[in-house]
């Protein structure tokens, strides 16, 4: 019997150490991209040093496991894919999302030469004055490419502004979603996996109470930091 209790002992204290991950963000996480190993393939993320609050708390929650097994919960086409709610790891099929997370808000870290250009990666956000971004939740954009007229219309009618040219160059080659310029923190990008985030931006949703809740879920995983790599 004793034995046995310190074998139990052992295997509680090694269940217990592996829980209390390291949420400290070290100079080095920094340099590193995040892989989000998702249920329809792998997509890898640079965070951008321009954003450092939003990318240090993103580091923090993707060393504590917090994203894992989370799904993408808000899925458009030709718009973007959302995930990060913490309430949808054990969602049952049908419930409406999207309003869970940590206590906190993070401060706008909006930035001009960071836009809405297909594969960034941005915070979500409900409708405070200070656009001051959810702890948690992300969007990745796939939007659409757009056609000069297009973007003109944009501008007069929505926007109220111009876009700068290389902006509109981008717009009209790789695609995006210039409406939310502005308005949203986008703080990186994918740098390989776009097919996966075309992928799951293609699959059915629901119309129902959980709308654009994609009917079988997508899930994240696993989320870890990896070394490197150049774009190619």
Same mark, same amino acid.
């Given at each position: 019997?004793? %034995?046995?209790?310190?074998?139990?002992?052992? =295997?509680?204290?090694? /269940?217990?150490?592996?829980?209390?991950?390291?949420?400290?963000?070290?100079?080095?996480?920094?340099?590193?991209?995040?892989?989000?190993?998702?249920?329809?393939?792998?997509? #890898?993320?640079?965070?951008?040093?321009? #954003?450092?609050?939003? &990318?240090?708390?993103?580091?923090?929650?993707?060393?504590?496991?917090?994203?894992?097994?989370?799904?993408?919960?808000?899925?458009?086409? %030709?718009?973007?894919?959302?995930?990060? *709610?913490?309430?949808?790891?054990?969602?049952?099929?049908?419930? @409406? /999302?999207?309003?869970?997370? @940590?206590?906190? &808000?993070?401060?706008? $870290?909006?930035?001009?030469?960071?836009?809405?250009?297909?594969? =960034?990666?941005?915070?979500?956000? *409900? %409708?405070?004055?200070?656009?001051?971004?959810?702890?948690?939740?992300?969007?990745? =954009?796939?939007?659409?490419?757009?056609? $000069?007229?297009?973007?003109?219309? /944009?501008?007069?009618?929505?926007? +109220?502004? +111009?876009?700068? @040219? $290389?902006?509109?160059?981008?717009? +009209?080659?790789?695609?995006? #979603?210039?409406?939310? *310029?502005?308005?949203? #923190?986008?703080?990186?990008?994918?740098?390989?996996?776009?097919?996966?985030? *075309?992928?799951?931006?293609?699959?059915?949703?629901?119309?129902?109470?959980?709308?654009?809740?994609?009917?079988?879920? !997508? &899930? !994240?995983?696993?989320?870890?930091?990896?070394?490197?790599? &150049? +774009?190619?």
């Amino acid at each position: 019997m004793k %034995n046995i209790s310190l074998a139990f002992i052992g =295997v509680l204290f090694a /269940l217990i150490s592996g829980a209390q991950k390291d949420s400290t963000v070290k100079k080095k996480d920094r340099k590193r991209d995040v892989l989000l190993q998702t249920s329809m393939g792998d997509i #890898t993320i640079r965070l951008s040093d321009s #954003t450092p609050l939003h &990318r240090d708390n993103f580091l923090k929650l993707v060393k504590t496991g917090f994203y894992d097994s989370v799904l993408f919960h808000r899925v458009i086409q %030709n718009f973007m894919i959302q995930s990060g *709610d913490p309430d949808s790891k054990n969602a049952p099929a049908g419930k @409406p /999302l999207g309003s869970g997370g @940590p206590s906190y &808000r993070i401060p706008a $870290e909006i930035r001009a030469s960071l836009f809405h250009k297909k594969g =960034v990666i941005a915070a979500a956000r *409900d %409708n405070n004055p200070e656009r001051a971004s959810s702890g948690s939740q992300f969007y990745i =954009v796939q939007g659409k490419v757009f056609t $000069e007229g297009g973007l003109d219309s /944009l501008e007069t009618f929505r926007l +109220k502004r +111009k876009l700068p @040219p $290389e902006h509109r160059e981008i717009y +009209k080659t790789i695609g995006g #979603t210039p409406h939310l *310029d502005q308005s949203y #923190t986008v703080y990186g990008e994918v740098v390989k996996g776009l097919d996966v985030v *075309d992928k799951i931006a293609a699959v059915a949703t629901s119309k129902a109470a959980d709308r654009d809740r994609p009917l079988e879920d !997508i &899930r !994240i995983i696993k989320t870890k930091l990896v070394k490197r790599k &150049r +774009k190619k």
